[in-house]
């Protein structure tokens, strides 16, 4: 059966995550996708007007920009006992990196962390050069997919050296958002993890 994803978004924001979602991952589906409108009271007293429990699925994540609805859609999924994982925000109770492509492998996140989150590269070289790539793990954006076939016919260095940069072309993160800890923007942040990531995948075919 496949694993059922249900998706919380306000006017399209996580649209190129659901794309890449249903594009590149496997056996997993979209199952519902709510899309609230974009222009809500900065104050929301009754958050169950706009989010019910009229949902199910196997994880939900939560692209929502209002934080009195993510905390209501966490508090729900918490006691439906369904795994929700809110990127870029701090909520208690859900599953939090700092981008998409930050997710570790949990075991809660099931298909979907299998598949996403910290990329990961099978590198082939030849004559010094990247003949192949295949990718394991990646961006629900697609980004990790997408940016392998401008690296074919470099060598290490060059990709290394773009790989980063074409990331961040491709990246649908919020730029002005902050890591107070790192001091790097989710811009920054996604292409330092696919960096790592080439270079694991090209050192393990040398």
Known sequence: MPFRIVVFEQHGSGWLKTA??????RDIIVEKVFD??????????????????????????????????SEHLVRLCNKKGIPVIASGQHIQGAIAPFTCCGLGRLYAAGAYGEQFGIP????EMRDGRIEGIKVRRGAPCGAT???TSRLIGMTSKEAISAVGREVQYLCCANPS??????GKSPLHFAGEVHIIALKKGIAACT
């Open 20 to 25: 890449g979602i249903s594009e590149f991952g």
């Open 36 to 69: 609230l409108p974009a222009n809500l009271p900065s104050v929301i007293d009754e958050p169950e007007e706009f989010i019910t429990e009229d949902f199910d699925g196997d994880l939900v994540l939560d692209f929502l920009k209002h934080p009195d609805l």
């Open 120 to 123: 990961e590269y099978d590198v």
């Open 145 to 147: 997919w997408k940016v």
């Open 177 to 182: 958002a902050f890591d107070p800890i790192s």
